[in-house]
């Protein structure tokens, strides 16, 4: 009997996005970003600490961003160290998995050079911090917040926008990572939602619905388009393991390939090899996972 096909728990979404990180350019497309634009943007915060003695608050929420829970806050916080030297940090971490914020925790255990930087840590999912605020009704203001690539698990996303955009000081930042109307993603989700299973209760949506919200709530921003890439090869073989996990990440499903009947595993499959979702290199289908970094001023 063929087991009933069901979303991944939180440690399987671990494993398969682990696969999809070692085969794609995720994280170096991140990096450029930090690279190329962090440094300006992060310049453009001295207006807002210019009146508190030099001080900076930071709201990270990454909500299952990677693998290393926290990897690229600091990354991030790095980089505002190093345009504003000797700046006091107050970064607060809004996550709710226990297992990320242990993992944060050991990573920042790690980084002797993270001086003058001081951490609040929130085992909360978005809503529950929005709450926790909301009945405290201490309104905190913080002078850069991001949201990685964690849109997509958000239960109501024009409210979550509207109430962290109004959490930003004056001159402050708000940075969204989300997919890009141009990767393979978008495409599979506009075209081929049908091939998908209902067992995945994520939303799809991609920079052209954040970039709407944000037109609607009045809110002034800038998009940057970054490309990216991920190696599926092992998709289209048949009992490779690697293979596996990558649609089990594609799909949100555990054991996708073994669960699923065998006409959908075909329809995903051919949708994955259309032109408009991947492109083949030497042989290798490269599934296309262009991001796109919009920054949210105040």
């Not at 170096?28 to 210019?50: K, T, V, W, Y």
């Not at 917040?145 to 962290?164: A, G, S, W």
């Not at 609607?216 to 599926?232: C, F, K, M, N, T």
């Amino acid at each position: 009997m063929i087991p009933s096909m069901r979303s991944l728990t939180a440690e399987e979404y671990v494993e398969a996005f682990k696969s999809f990180l070692d085969h794609s350019t995720e994280h170096q497309c991140m990096d450029e970003f930090n690279r190329e634009q962090m440094p300006n943007i992060m310049a453009g915060l001295c207006h807002c600490m210019s009146h508190r003695d030099e001080h900076a608050s930071l709201l990270l929420g990454d909500f299952l961003a990677g693998v290393v829970a926290g990897e690229q806050d600091l990354k991030m916080i790095r980089i505002l160290q190093a345009v504003h030297p000797g700046v006091f940090i107050d970064n607060e971490i809004v996550e709710p998995n226990p297992q990320h914020v242990a993992a944060y925790k050991e990573l920042v255990n790690q980084a002797p050079d993270l001086q003058n930087v001081s951490f609040i840590w929130h085992q909360l999912t978005s809503l529950e911090y929005e709450q926790q605020v909301k009945e405290k009704g201490t309104h905190k203001k913080f002078d850069f917040i991001h949201m990685i690539q964690m849109l997509y698990r958000v239960e109501d996303i024009p409210n979550t926008i509207k109430f962290f955009h109004s959490c930003l000081d004056h001159h402050g930042k708000l940075l969204i990572i989300i997919l890009s109307d141009s990767s393979g993603w978008a495409s599979l989700w506009k075209k081929h939602k049908d091939c998908l299973p209902a067992t995945d209760s994520g939303h799809y949506i991609t920079c052209g619905g954040i970039t709407e919200v944000l037109r609607r709530l009045g809110a002034q921003h800038r998009v940057y388009e970054l490309p990216s890439g991920w190696d599926i090869t092992e998709c289209f073989t048949e009992g490779d393991a690697l293979g596996g996990l990558m649609m089990d990440f594609l799909t949100g499903t555990k054991n996708f390939l073994g669960t699923a009947p065998a006409a959908l595993r075909r329809r995903l499959r051919d949708a994955l090899c259309q032109p408009e979702c991947s492109s083949t290199r030497d042989g290798r289908v490269i599934f296309c996972n262009n991001l796109s970094m919009i920054v949210v001023e105040s």
